[in-house]
């Protein structure tokens, strides 16, 4: 009897070690000595950084690791072996998390943000993860009812993490609102004087010759039948009266209402004949998508104005708001602090 009682002591004392191994070891790695994605291996602002989030961002700069160590040091791929291994000093391993780190700072400045301004939400790596699984099951059980789903059916850690993050951002910048004075406005308004302008008018004649009619040769020297009659002073109408293509003449007048049709905004070379061709010049032959070839002529050009500012007031406040926004964030970003935990080097693949 007491032996055996001896024999289950030492059995119990062997379990009680083995449990105490593991939540020893399990700080760490686990009992099945796959590390915590959820331990913290780094601050950005003293935000936490978890393993796992890490580890999403790490796996985003592998290939530029690869192209940098392969340049300085001559490895033709960084593979487990030499992922540790330094070469005058520096291990893929490290330089992959410092730029995993740069990158990861903007997503936990916005995070920072919201904190300061009364979020109280869980921005954790554990709460990213929680709501990932149940987007993707919510996802999945609409798929599965017939349901309408936008977007992905499932999202991957890394796509969410940006999805998420952005939604963030949407929510810091209804928060942090950035009220211009009227002499910021105006200051704003002066600096700007490209944006605002009213695009005025151009007339042009358009000779629009279907391909399977007119060879490109054939157009080629309809075109310049025309050039050389305005050069002698002809009228366009008389050029192409001679050079047998007045019936494929076509006068149009631009409006800044014309710029957004797909007559004009489908055709990248209309589009710049309408806004940048100069009065009494001529393009040169364009190819419409093998249909037809153009040519166009600017016979007048009526410029536009800057739009008041009056006019303009409410889109200047907007810009102004981003403008200050994004210099928020920027300088935020720019003074952020890093630390980086001797465990992230550890267990990061």
């Given amino acids: 009897m007491r032996t055996e009682g001896t024999k289950e002591t030492s059995a119990g004392k062997l379990v009680a070690v083995w449990l105490a191994l593991c939540l020893i070891i399990g700080l760490f790695a686990g009992c099945g000595g796959e590390p915590d994605p959820y331990q913290t291996v780094g601050e950005i602002d003293g935000r936490p950084v978890a393993l796992g989030e890490l580890q999403l961002f790490v796996d985003d700069v592998r290939q530029q690791t690869n192209s940098y160590f ?64 149940e987007e993707n099951r919510s996802r999945q059980q609409k798929k599965e009812a017939g349901e309408v789903v936008y977007g992905p059916v499932q999202y991957t850690k890394r796509v969410y993490y940006d999805y998420l993050n952005n939604e963030y951002k949407k929510a810091l910048e209804s928060v942090l609102r950035f009220d211009a004075t009227e002499q910021e406005l105006r ?90 061709l100069p009065q009494g010049t001529m393009t040169e032959l364009i190819d419409n998508g093998g249909l037809q070839w153009l040519f166009f002529y ?11 500012f009056t006019a303009c007031r409410g889109a200047l406040e907007e810009m102004y708001r981003e403008q200050a926004f994004a210099m928020e964030l920027e300088q935020a970003q720019a003074s952020a602090q890093i630390t980086i935990y001797e465990e992230a080097r550890n267990w990061i693949r």
């Fill in 298 to 308: 600017c016979e007048s050009r009526e410029e536009g104005g800057r739009t008041p």
């Fill in 70 to 133: 392969k340049k300085n040091h001559q490895l033709a791929a960084v593979t487990e072996a030499e992922w540790r291994r330094e070469y005058d000093g520096e291990a893929p391993v490290d330089y992959a998390i410092r730029l995993a780190m740069d990158a990861l700072v903007p997503y936990k400045i916005v995070e920072e943000k919201l904190m300061e301004s009364g979020e109280e939400q869980d921005f954790s790596y554990r709460a990213f993860v929680s709501r990932w699984e």
């Fill in 187 to 276: 200051q704003l308004y002066d600096d700007s004087p490209a944006l605002f302008q009213e695009f005025g008018s151009v007339s042009m004649q358009c000779a629009v010759l279907p391909q399977d009619a007119f060879s490109r040769e054939q157009a080629e020297n309809a075109r310049n039948e025309i050039r050389e009659a305005l050069e002698k002073g002809s009228a366009f109408a008389d050029g192409a009266e001679a050079a047998g293509i007045a019936a494929y003449i076509q006068e149009r007048t631009f409006t800044a209402n014309d710029l957004s049709s797909p007559d004009v905004s489908a055709f990248p070379e209309v589009e710049d004949a309408v806004y940048s």
